[in-house]
């Protein structure tokens, strides 16, 4: 299949890396020419959690310079969600049959509506990945890739990822999208605004005491917002995620370290508009959303 991914960070190159060596065609659109110079030079390099380095070879180029004549069977939209409005600007225009979105947080949601494509789905990574260079991503923690169509056609996101099981990229269907994607808000809203604020590792959100009973205050919120069920359950996946991705430092921390814009409007922006419609004034939820905010330098 012939598959574009759109956003050459962690994630970005993850998915490229595990999707190439199923045997696709594979582009990386990168935002630099350098990056892309050099992923295609050097090869895409990951590094397992054990250390040890395997190295694919992809297509890239950047999103502006990027035109198709083939048509597109899956784009992956991998960039952050403030920047998914703009891309999509551009996806519109290419042969694109089918498109994946892969961001943190709920406000992406609200384009969909927008989205011309008559196969779209959505999917969340609770994998850990870190950068390391602009051709090489460390895989830190593996997990598991969740996905869920929005509407369906042709099934190309299916057959993309096939039916083998990959023990170091596992890989879950889920029936209902919007309920997957409010699971994972509770992850990344709990996780994400807390690191930024103590600036530390995820790990150390579970192992700390003090940091376990912070985590776990925000967990309670965010359940009285969204009206999830089966809280226990889920604090026990929060707990486990934070362990499994423990030395990952979160993509609010790394944006916050580097003077970078975060994806906190998309992720405790969206709680907070949902608990004005519910008449649930959260003061922990808006406390944290201003001083994540606060530190917002870029």
Same mark, same amino acid.
Not at 245 to 254: D, Q, Y
């Given at each position: 299949?012939r ?6 960070g962690?994630?970005?190159? !993850?998915?490229?890396?595990?999707l190439?060596?199923?045997? /696709?065609? =594979?582009?990386l ?6 990056q892309?110079?050099?992923? *295609?030079d050097?090869?895409?390099? =990951?590094?397992? /959690? ?10 890239a180029?950047?999103l ?8 597109i ?19 519109q225009?290419l042969?694109? *049959?089918?498109? $994946?979105?892969?961001?943190?947080g ?10 011309e494509?008559?196969? !779209? ?8 990945a ?11 923690g ?10 369906? *056609? ?8 096939g039916?083998?099981?990959?023990? $170091?990229?596992? =890989? ?8 997957? +994607? ?5 992850v ?8 930024? !604020?103590?600036?530390?590792?995820n790990?150390? $959100?579970v192992?700390?005491? /003090?940091h ?13 917002? +969204?009206k999830?069920? /089966? ?6 996946? !929060? ?7 423990a ?6 921390l790394?944006d ?7 994806e906190?409007?998309?992720? +405790?922006?969206? +709680?907070?508009? *949902? ?5 649930y ?7 944290l959303y ?9």
């Amino acid at each position: 299949m012939r598959i574009v991914i759109v956003g050459s960070g962690s994630i970005g190159m !993850l998915m490229a890396f595990y999707l190439s060596k199923k045997g /696709h065609n =594979i582009t990386l659109l990168t935002n630099r020419d350098e990056q892309a110079f050099r992923l *295609k030079d050097k090869g895409l390099h =990951i590094i397992h /959690h054990d250390q040890q380095i395997e190295v694919v070879t992809v297509h890239a180029q950047t999103l502006l310079t990027y035109t198709n004549e083939e048509s597109i069977d899956v784009a992956i939209v991998a960039v952050k969600s403030y920047q998914v409005e703009q891309v999509l600007t551009t996806l519109q225009e290419l042969n694109v *049959k089918s498109i $994946l979105f892969t961001q943190n947080g709920m406000g992406h949601t609200d384009l969909f509506p927008k989205v011309e494509k008559e196969e !779209l789905s959505v999917a969340v990574i609770e994998h850990g990945a870190l950068r390391i260079n602009d051709y090489t991503v460390h895989h830190t923690g593996v997990g598991q890739l969740r996905w869920s169509y929005v509407r369906k *056609k042709d099934n190309d996101v299916q057959v993309m990822f096939g039916n083998r099981e990959d023990s $170091l990229f596992p =890989i879950q269907y889920e029936q209902n999208w919007l309920k997957m +994607l409010e699971r994972k808000l509770i992850v990344n809203a709990c996780i994400n605004p807390l690191t930024a !604020l103590l600036r530390v590792k995820n790990g150390e $959100l579970v192992e700390n005491q /003090h940091h376990k009973r912070m985590l776990r205050a925000v967990f309670n919120d965010v359940m009285e917002v +969204l009206k999830f069920e /089966h809280h226990e359950e889920l604090w026990v996946h !929060l707990c486990e995620i934070c362990q499994r991705t423990a030395l990952n430092r979160s993509s609010m921390l790394s944006d916050i370290e580097h003077n970078r814009q975060t994806e906190i409007d998309s992720i +405790l922006g969206y +709680l907070m508009k *949902k608990a004005d419609q519910e008449q649930y004034q959260s003061n922990l939820l808006t406390f944290l959303y201003h001083s994540v905010k606060s530190q917002e330098e870029f």
